[in-house]
């Protein structure tokens, strides 16, 4: 049985970042040009980049593949969600997961490619979906692995 307030909140988690995603995006699309590199901190850049493969540019000419990949991503995360949606604190990854996924392949869908923008040294760019997509990672393995809790 699912339980209403995880999907409520996962719902609401993800529509937030897909909402932060996008408009972080159109931000640096409309006021950053394409290439270019701002210094906003030391060790942290600002860029306009296009990304056309997944982690780290791998597999940048696999096109309808990454989408239908990630869509598939998505179905087995929902699928998931719905068969532990009672244990304590699965709607945080659930949500930080489904906005990360669904922000990237918006972009995806509709211009071939994911616009990154947080350069750190040493690490290729990314893009607040990549940030959720990770943080969401850790927080499932927290949530599948921690200690015991309550439901809440």
């Known amino acids: 049985m699912i339980s209403g307030t995880a999907a409520a909140r996962a719902a609401a988690l ?10 972080t995006k159109a931000l640096v699309r409309a006021n950053v040009d394409f290439g270019s590199r701002d210094g906003v901190l030391p060790g942290i850049e600002i860029v306009h980049v296009r990304n ?3 982690a780290f540019g791998l597999f940048s000419d696999g096109g309808f593949l990454l ?20 244990r304590p604190l699965v709607w945080l990854p659930t949500g930080l997961l489904l906005g990360g996924a669904a922000g990237n ?26 940030t959720c997509i990770t943080i969401g990672v850790l927080t499932l393995l927290y949530v599948l692995e921690g200690p015991p809790r309550h439901a809440d």
């Open 14 to 23: 993800a529509i937030a970042v897909v909402a932060v995603d996008q408009a």
């Open 52 to 54: 056309r493969g997944v």
């Open 67 to 86: 989408v239908a990949i990630g869509i598939a991503s998505v179905v087995a995360l929902l699928a998931f969600f719905l068969t532990h949606s009672r």
């Open 105 to 130: 392949l918006i972009d995806r869908t509709r211009q071939g490619y994911v616009t990154d923008f947080i350069d750190l040294p040493f690490w290729p760019a990314f893009n607040v979906a990549d």
